[in-house]
């Protein structure tokens, strides 16, 4: 076993965990979906947050000969990871009450979800910047990366549900983008 695979090993569970977590809500919200005001909102958050948690996969794979196996690096990926957790968990609501609306739901806890996806994504950036895959490289992979944490940024802020819906659509689409442009090499 590499250093990487016991390290990741952990951290790979807590992740899987976290996409569980969102997938239950998903489920949950299904099963209830007679009884209660499901809207967009929080169903698109979720998404987001499952494709950032799986994007997170690659960029700890591009990572794995940079990190040492040591206590500090263990402590800074459980924080990492149990922020990813939280965030997963805030996404859908815990019971599903008949009568409930979900984009309600949503406002009390976007914050808190946003937020956490954009302070999870800039280590990854930082990494980006300092190993030069992002300023050596085409314009097209720069300003994805600004585009994104300025779209985040917007719906951090956001208090519109039609700006919500556009910024959240907009965020997902940028996913299946950015790796089609790493798969083809036309970054």
Same mark, same amino acid.
């Given at each position: 076993m590499s250093q990487f695979e016991f390290v990741f090993s952990l951290f790979g569970l807590l992740l899987g965990l976290s996409l569980a977590e969102v997938l239950g809500g998903f489920g949950k919200a299904v099963k209830a979906r007679a009884r209660v005001r499901i809207g967009w909102l929080t169903p698109l958050l979720g998404v987001l947050v499952m494709l950032d948690l799986t994007s997170f996969w690659?960029?700890?794979w591009?990572? #794995?000969?940079? @990190?040492?196996v040591n206590y500090l690096t263990l402590m800074l990926l459980l924080a990492f990871t149990g922020l990813y957790y939280l965030a997963a968990t805030l996404v859908f609501p815990e019971e599903v &009450?008949?009568?409930r609306d979900f984009d309600e739901h949503y406002w @009390? &806890?976007? #914050?808190?979800v946003v937020g956490a996806v954009l302070l999870l994504n800039l280590p990854d950036a930082a990494f980006d910047l300092w190993t030069g895959e992002v300023v050596l490289q085409t314009w097209t992979r720069t300003a994805i990366l600004?585009?994104?944490f300025a779209l985040l940024a917007g719906l951090l802020v956001a208090r519109g549900k039609r700006v919500s819906l556009i910024l959240l659509v907009t965020l997902i689409a940028l996913y299946p983008l950015n790796s089609t442009l790493s798969a083809l090499k036309l970054h």
């Open positions: 690659t960029s700890a591009a990572a #794995r000969d940079l @990190l040492p &009450n008949s009568g @009390l &806890n976007k #914050r808190l600004l585009g994104f």
